[in-house]
């Protein structure tokens, strides 16, 4: 059974950095896009960053195009997001996902597998 932690997230103050790992286990993740979404309260969940299977192409929303990357760890079932430049409006709950056909949409509703999610708050 497909499972992803997310045993990032916390509090950081605007302009600070963080870097939010998600494990994946109990599939061959190598073979499959990766991606993050966020939700804010009262918002709806969108798609922050993914990356396909082989890491050549990687696909970034645009409020934080030039601030986060997204990076996976092949050897270890990892994918990060590394967000630099933060700022209130990134406080959400991050999501970790798969897409095992590879899509890298930035719809929920094409993505197979999520993780629990994982706080992140961004103080002015």
């Known amino acids: 059974q497909v499972q992803l932690e997310e045993p990032g997230g916390g509090l950081v103050q605007t302009g600070g950095l963080l870097r939010l790992p998600c494990a994946a286990s109990?599939?061959?993740?190598?073979?499959?896009?990766m991606g993050w979404f966020r939700q804010a309260p009262g918002k709806e969940r969108e798609c922050v960053a993914g990356?396909?299977?082989?890491?050549?192409?990687?696909n970034y929303a645009d409020p934080v195009k030039g601030r986060f990357t997204i990076s996976r760890d092949y050897a270890a079932d990892t994918v990060y997001l590394q967000m630099n430049s933060l700022k209130p409006e990134d406080t959400a709950v991050y999501y970790c996902?798969?897409?095992?056909?590879?899509?890298?949409?930035?719809?929920?509703?094409?993505?197979?597998?999520w993780g629990q999610g994982t706080q992140v708050t961004v103080s002015s």
């Open positions: 996902a798969v897409d095992e056909k590879n899509r890298i949409l930035p719809v929920t509703g094409s993505w197979a597998y």
């Open positions: 109990g599939g061959t993740f190598i073979r499959y896009a």
């Open positions: 990356v396909s299977w082989n890491g050549g192409v990687r």
